[in-house]
């Protein structure tokens, strides 16, 4: 056990207690864009068809084959042209843009936690921080794979591990579907098409870059299909690259919004030097390296011999000793490298049975530049204390090294208050390295088979995915190595490779290179997954057939995590109780899998058609059995009905219960260390927070930046094997009006509420130390802090059964397509309105419990919930052009309070503008495009200092160029 896990054991169940306020996370850009709403069916796109038009066909949402797309779920469909004049060049950025999505990971920041990954949140219901557990993705209705990480695997499907040139199309349930396809579906579900065989070549590539220069993109693709009496084949190659784009070279992210009120640590040092304070032999000032009046290395300085060192170094002050690690050359957006190959093998065994073959493969490659480490070390003072300088060792400035004399030469010893801060340029900017692989095999047979003259259908699935990852973080520390160095000369000596270390003035590459660490790790989740579905009419009623699906689904999941055994050694010198070995994170090994089965039965009903005032009455019921070997069983049901009155006219509302187990991260995660992002309000300490008892003890003008890495939050998260599965309500009503006199236009508007009960959340580190320092007592007992400087030594978070969330909310689309004499017109606008995200949870020192209210805020990190979002297209198809125009507009929040701006973060409207040739009819197409037009920068947020955005809400790479060439064949 790492001490990280061992200090999270011991204090685990306080963490239960005062897990009190809970987690809170909380068609339109295209003009061919399908919603499944108007007229209660789904539209498809102009040039969209269904395989085989004259048989039954599956929608998101549905197990029963349908003669047309009727649901009564409000489903959003886009086609491979939605896809193609999206602007985008991921999945993941596509759906990210949906006014219904939330917080979701993708390549912006080093602030975050996607390493590389892309998610899906909607209705902002992810688990944690950008994550899409409480949505369902599917390839062709069947499971994917999570993802993995660079610190532990995921528990929710990695968008970036799909190769492009595989997806033909995606279906978007925006609806509670726990009944029809198991855990999961509690947000909604996502259902990504893939290539159906064809005849022919299809082909694409796509280059940009910004108007800044940097951030360019490049992807390719290639399909080709062969078809023959009873075989088909298709092959796909997919490839995309982009590069990074660096804090410095915008001016929202070159530096942080919080104010720099002290000296902090930079390339030339920080120093806190006992003894040297009007010290006689060196003819110093009163209080010169003191703790209030740290010296800093003078710019290009030599340090002179003997008495003279001391002229080397000054009192550092502000603001010429500032150091603003932002502008370090770090990445606001990370460059990424992606390869893929998609195959599929389709042969008919007889007239009524096929077996289809597939197979996935996909790489990738991705980064993540960070500010060199900011070492903080000392004696009994310092983040990590226990160290030594001898007044002999070589490069001690005031020791006999540098021709003091012995009886003035000053040691710093392990029980004295000396402390050396500074950012370790010689070592080099942390880089974090992924390296992803993605495999995928699966076999389904179908068949259709008769019962009474009536033809059913059925189908059998078996696959087996698996990712996996290898990662490295380079340019750490060795604290070993560095205590060694720093220490007595002759136990150097003594030590193979030993290399003594000078902290006071420039290294040389043999010192950073005998203290630098590399950490080197590994996870891979796997999935065993299998099917089997029947689908047919049971009876027929004066208003049409009676359809039953039934089904039975077996899945196991696996996870394993192997970290660094090095970084999780304990230190061979320091105090293994406090401190480890490297700067690396420690973390427990994980090693988990649970496995179900699962039944289910799927009824649609018609009850009237063609009557007066009824012109069609649907009535829907599913439901489906789970027994889990981590949680046991589970029964869950849906309803739904779908009237319409008249042709134009559809009303519905559903009814659904949603149930998600804890997945293996939640359940087995191992405790790891990690930097949380948070805005310390005991900043200033207890004197300028005198409301705030949480403070009490805090020291005068403590501020949380001078601290551990530009200020961010050492903590500890751990899994939690005692949790329960959480459960779901969900109900959504609208309507679907499509006059019949007005061709082409179409509005529907839905409302929807959620509730979850047993939520599995963890608190943000926000509102930890908000209920910390508001409260005080035991809502403080996860915030571990140094008494002497008031620094956060750790801060507790683990996942708990703790919190209920509600969610309700309105979906309005409103779509007008015509044809001009001068080509055809749509307009589309969309929009997503966030009436509430509430959570609720018991409070840990008696009383009502306590509720925190999420909607239109944006004062945590990396937690924006606007209450309004939406975006809207107005397109023109001619003979051989076509243009569209698009806005996407995201509203105004709440931001953390401040004295740097108000506090509120301001909305912004991003428009794209794309303009397509097509040559030779629709063989090929040329197009030029524009996103960002404008170079929209995002609204500032002190929240997420020092990135200043919300970096998984907003695009801060600014006017993004593009040219793309598509070829069918």
């Not at 193609?84 to 999505?101: C, E, N, V």
């Not at 961010?712 to 609208?734: C, M, Q, R, W, Y």
């Not at 996407?888 to 428009?911: E, F, H, L, M, Q």
Request: charged share 15%; hydrophobic share 35%; with cysteine.
């Amino acid at each position: 056990m790492t001490i990280a896990s061992a200090r999270f054991a011991r204090r685990c169940q306080l963490a239960r207690l005062a897990a009190a306020a809970g987690i809170s996370l909380s068609a339109f850009a295209w003009p061919a864009l399908a919603y499944a709403q108007a007229a209660g069916a789904d539209e498809v796109a102009p040039d969209a068809t269904d395989a085989d038009s004259g048989g039954d066909i599956i929608v998101t949402g549905s197990r029963i084959g349908r003669k047309d797309a009727a649901s009564v779920g409000p489903i959003l469909t886009l086609t491979s042209e939605d896809i193609t004049k999206s602007g985008t060049s991921s999945i993941g950025d596509l759906l990210q843009k949906l006014p219904s999505a939330g917080v979701s990971l993708n390549s912006n920041g080093t602030q975050g936690t996607s390493y590389g990954a892309s998610s899906i949140n909607l209705r902002y219901l992810g688990g944690a921080e950008g994550s899409g557990n409480r949505v369902l993705v599917l390839v062709d209705g069947h499971r994917w794979v999570d993802g993995v990480g660079q610190r532990g695997f995921r528990d929710f499907v990695d968008l970036n591990t799909l190769p492009q040139g595989m997806i033909d199309g995606i279906e978007i349930l925006k609806d509670g579907a726990s009944a029809i396809y198991g855990a999961d579906a509690i947000a909604g579900v996502v259902n990504i098409k893939t290539v159906q065989p064809f005849d022919g070549l299809r082909g694409s590539v796509r280059a940009g870059i910004t108007s800044h220069g940097d951030g360019s993109e490049l992807s390719a693709k290639l399909t080709v299909g062969k078809t023959w009496d009873r075989a088909s084949v298709i092959l796909s190659g997919s490839y995309f690259k982009s590069r990074a784009i660096r804090t410095d070279a915008r001016a929202l992210t070159t530096q942080t919004l919080v104010p720099v009120t002290a000296v902090g640590t930079n390339p030339n040092g920080l120093f806190i030097l006992p003894g040297l304070a009007a010290n006689g032999y060196f003819g110093t000032p009163a209080g010169f390296a003191n703790a209030t009046n740290p010296i800093v290395l003078n710019n290009g300085a030599t340090i002179g011999a003997g008495n003279l060192a001391d002229n080397a170094f000054h009192l550092g002050a502000l603001p010429g000793d500032f150091y603003n690690t932002q502008a370090q050359g770090i990445y606001s957006a990370g460059p990424s490298e992606r390869y893929g190959v998609y195959g599929r093998f389709d042969y008919e065994l007889t007239d009524d049975v096929t077996i289809k073959l597939e197979g996935v493969y996909n790489r990738r490659k991705s980064n993540q530049l960070f500010s060199p480490v900011l070492l903080d070390i000392g004696g009994s003072a310092g983040t990590v204390r226990g160290f030594a300088i001898p007044n002999n060792q070589a490069f001690n400035p005031f020791g006999t090294a540098n021709g003091v004399p012995a009886g003035n030469a000053l040691g710093f010893a392990a029980n004295s208050a000396w402390r050396i801060r500074k950012v370790m340029t010689d070592v080099g900017n942390r880089n974090n390295v992924q390296d992803v692989e993605t495999i995928r095999f699966s076999v389904g047979v179908d068949g259709t088979f008769q019962i009474g003259g009536g033809e059913w259908r059925w189908d059998v699935f078996g696959s087996y995915s698996k990712n996996s990852i290898d990662t490295v973080a380079e340019n750490g520390i060795n604290y070993d190595n560095l205590f060694l160095g720093l220490g007595s000369p002759a136990t150097c000596a003594a030590n193979a490779g030993c290399v003594p270390i000078n902290l006071f003035a420039p290294m040389t590459p043999a010192q950073a290179a005998y203290i630098r660490f590399t950490t080197r790790e590994y996870n891979r989740t796997e999935l065993y997954n299998a099917a089997f579905n029947v689908t047919g009419n049971l009876f027929d009623l004066p208003a049409g057939p009676v359809a039953l699906a039934v089904g039975y689904e077996y899945r196991q999941n696996r996870g394993f995590d192997a970290p660094d055994p090095i970084v999780n050694a304990p230190p061979t010198f320091l105090n293994p109780a406090l401190y480890t070995k490297t700067t690396g994170q420690t973390r427990t090994p994980t090693v988990g899998s649970y496995d179900l089965h699962e039944a289910y039965a799927e009824l649609n009903v018609p009850i009237f058609r063609d009557q007066p005032f009824a012109e069609s009455l649907e009535l829907s019921l599913a439901g489906r059995y789970s027994d889990y070997s981590t949680v046991g069983n589970k029964a869950t049901l849906k309803v739904g009905v779908g009237y319409r009155p008249i042709e134009d006219i559809l009303f519905r509302g559903t009814y659904s219960q949603g149930f998600r187990a804890p997945s293996i991260l939640e359940l087995y995660q191992g405790a790891r260390q990690t930097s949380f992002q948070g805005a310390d309000p005991c900043n200033g300490g207890a004197s300028a927070n005198p409301g705030l008892p949480g403070c009490a003890g805090v020291p005068t003008g403590y501020n949380q930046a001078n601290f551990n890495l530009n200020g961010l939050i050492p903590g500890v998260i751990s899994g939690n094997s005692n949790l329960k599965p959480e459960t779901a309500d969900t109900f959504s009503a609208g309507v679907s009006v499509t006059p019949s006199g007005v061709r082409g236009l179409s509005l529907t508007v839905d409302y929807y509420k959620i509730k979850i009960n047993n939520a599995i959340a963890a608190q943000t580190p926000t509102q930890i130390l908000q209920l910390c320092a508001l409260r005080g007592g035991v809502f403080c007992d996860l915030v571990n802090r140094d008494t002497g400087t008031g620094a956060i030594l750790e801060l507790l978070q683990g996942a708990q059964n703790l919190n209920s969330i509600t969610t309700d909310g309105v979906d309005a689309t409103l779509r007008y397509d015509f044809n001009t004499g001068i080509g055809r017109i749509s307009a589309v606008v969309d929009t997503s309105y966030l009436h509430s995200f509430k959570t609720t949870a018991p409070n840990p020192a008696g009383g009502a419990p306590i509720v925190d209210e999420r909607a239109g805020r944006g004062d945590t990190p990396r937690a924006t919930y606007p209450r309004w979002k939406g975006q809207a297209s107005l397109g023109w198809t001619g003979d051989l052009v076509d243009a569209t125009l698009r806005a996407r507009y995201i509203g105004p929040t709440t931001d953390a309070v401040n004295t740097v701006k108000n506090d509120r973060t301001r909305s912004i409207i991003y428009t794209d503008l794309e303009i397509g040739f097509n040559i030779d009819g629709d063989a090929a197409r040329f197009s030029l495009g524009v996103n960002n037009l404008f170079d929209k920068a995002p609204p500032a947020s002190y929240a997420n200092a020092p990135i200043n955005y919300d970096i998984y809400t907003y695009d801060a790479r600014g006017r993004f160029l593009y040219a793309s060439f598509s070829v069918k064949m």
